[in-house]
């Protein structure tokens, strides 16, 4: 497993760039991948590391004691699994994640949930928090443009909202022309209402020309902002829109009174208007997701970290 113990790289983040709109907001992450992946998406924001073969792109080496004491040692209040899909280096995330909680951190996936029923179980009872890629909601999508089925993912984000206590929130990447129209952004949305709830958050993120798909545009802003109301209208509490500028779609508003209860500019909180457990000031309701305490203060800054550790440390 030539991935254990060795990254292509660590850095400091928002919790909210992965995203996370409801989960410790505010706070910093430490982030980071190994490379490959056990999807071939032509889309690929991400390829670099993804398709990379791993001597190419595994340079730091540290141990899960060294990760999770780093973190601690930088004020991080969680570590994330991301850049590549933690579940291809399941074994080496599990231990970094039961050193994590040894020292009282959180930790988050980013993942495709693209995973067997039985490793499902082992990582994820390792997690607290997952944004789950939904890529598309046809089967032709997932088999055409990521070498994959649309099923394994339905059932793992089914099997978190139900048997787990993983906090869990959702990004659909809307690929112009392939993934957009209204129907099926209707029925994704319709079936997360149905099946998850409404409490789990979307975000709706732009996609721009990547990898093998470097002859379509780039997402327009409006089509971010039509797939939100779809989502809204059909009774989802919490729709975001990602990768571009725009306030109202980075806004928590209450479900109970539609006050702004969280406002941000890009990755940093301008406006915090919940409890210290999470209810609106305005109206005692409560806002789906994990909170604790005051909001973090890291903003929008971004900071490698290099871990001078010895794989034996």
Known sequence: MTTYGRSSGFCIDPIEKKPL????????VLSFGTAGC??????CQNWDISKSRESDTLCDAASPQAIAATAAATGCRSVAFTY??????????????????ARNLKTVAVTAGYICAEPRVEFFRNIDAANVDLKGFTEAFYQRLCSGHLQPVLDTLVYL????????????????????????????TRWIVSELGPDVPIHFSAFHPDWKMTDLPATSPATLTRARQIALNNGLH???????????????HCHGCGAAVIERDWYELTRYALTDEGRCRQCATRCAGVFDG???TWGRRRRPVRLAVPHSA
């Not at 709109?21 to 910093?28: C, E």
């Not at 056990?38 to 889309?43: Q, S």
């Not at 906090?167 to 022309?177: D, F, K």
């Open 294 to 296: 005051a909001p973090g």
């Open 84 to 101: 590549n899909d933690p579940v291809i280096f399941l074994e080496y995330a599990v231990d970094v994640a039961q050193a994590c909680h």
């Open 161 to 188: 909202k139900r048997e787990t206590e993983v906090w869990v929130e959702i990004t659909n990447l809307l690929i112009p022309g392939e993934n957009d129209s209204d129907d099926e952004l209707d029925a994704m």
């Open 38 to 43: 056990n999807l071939t998406c032509k889309f």
């Open 21 to 28: 709109a409801q989960f410790l907001p505010g706070t910093a």
């Open 238 to 252: 919490y729709a975001y829109t990602g990768n571009v500028h725009d306030s109202a779609g980075d806004t928590t």
